[in-house]
């Protein structure tokens, strides 16, 4: 489990995120939604300890990320929208170098690597450099990554971007059956039908703020219209329509 607690972050006269309570539950994929410069980037660096936080308190699996940033980290796997590499590296150098960091044994590096190389058809371009990857194939090259320690949280921001449907298939397949083991999802996304059809809880950011939490269900009980869609429902929340 995730938990963040009455967390505050600013950037000068700026408030990113004011004061946000949020659980992410384990054996759920909880969805984080929120339009441009709503603060989700801000919450998801600072879950990661990529920032620090003015205030508040965030754990992973009960370990507090300011007070010991390490043990916290090593339970979490961190997928960006925009994955970065060391480009002159080979795909398999690269995930040597996440796997010594991870202190995996070689016979668990190579079962694992095998696993999801094969699984996201990444098997040949692992001894290319990076540097000659597409986007979609740097994508699969930190899913990979991600996956490859058996980490017990995942955080995922706009993770289908660059994916062809296959891929795409597949990394939800594997997130769900990730999700049923007792593991925790956390899901960024701004495609309101992928988290309607995907996500088992959604939480909306709005300004910084939390304005909801909970299942689509639930928020569609919330207003007249029955057959609202999560987008109708968004720009309601967020907008005012």
């Keep these: 489990m995730i938990?963040?607690?009455?967390?505050?972050k600013t950037f000068g006269a700026k408030t990113a995120v004011d004061n946000l309570?949020?659980?992410?539950?384990?054996?759920?994929i909880f969805g984080?939604?929120?339009?441009?410069?709503?603060?989700?980037?801000?919450t998801i660096k600072m879950i990661t300890g990529i920032e620090k936080y003015d205030k508040g308190r965030i754990s992973v699996n009960g370990i507090d990320i300011s007070k010991?940033?390490?043990?916290?980290?090593?339970q979490l796997a961190y997928v960006s929208d925009e994955p970065t590499f060391y480009e002159h590296m080979t795909g398999i150098q690269y995930l040597n170098f996440i796997a010594d960091i991870f202190e995996l044994s070689v016979s668990?590096?190579?079962?694992?690597?095998?696993k999801y190389a094969s699984l996201f058809d990444l098997?040949?371009?692992?001894?290319?450099?990076?540097?000659?990857?597409?986007?979609?194939?740097?994508?699969?090259?930190?899913?990979?990554?991600?996956f490859m320690h058996s980490p017990k949280a995942i955080v995922l921001d706009e993770p289908m971007v660059g994916l062809d449907a296959k891929t795409s298939r597949v990394l939800k397949d594997t997130l769900r059956d990730y999700a049923k083991k007792g593991n925790t999802v956390f899901y960024s996304t701004h495609v309101m039908d992928m988290a309607e059809r995907f996500c088992d809880n959604i939480a909306i950011l709005n300004k910084g703020k939390l304005?909801?939490?909970?299942?689509?269900?639930?928020?569609?009980a919330q207003k007249v219209k029955s057959d609202s869609t999560?987008?109708?429902?968004?720009?309601?929340l967020t907008e005012g329509k």
């Design 211 to 220: 304005i909801f939490t909970g299942t689509f269900e639930e928020l569609r």
């Design 21 to 28: 309570s949020l659980e992410i539950p384990d054996g759920k």
């Design 108 to 114: 668990e590096r190579k079962t694992n690597i095998d």
């Design 123 to 146: 098997i040949n371009p692992l001894n290319e450099p990076v540097s000659r990857y597409s986007h979609g194939m740097k994508q699969k090259l930190s899913l990979i990554a991600a």
């Design 68 to 74: 010991n940033p390490l043990l916290a980290k090593s």
């Design 32 to 42: 984080f939604l929120g339009a441009n410069g709503a603060g989700k980037s801000t």
């Design 3 to 8: 938990k963040i607690e009455d967390i505050t």
């Design 230 to 236: 999560l987008e109708d429902l968004f720009l309601e």
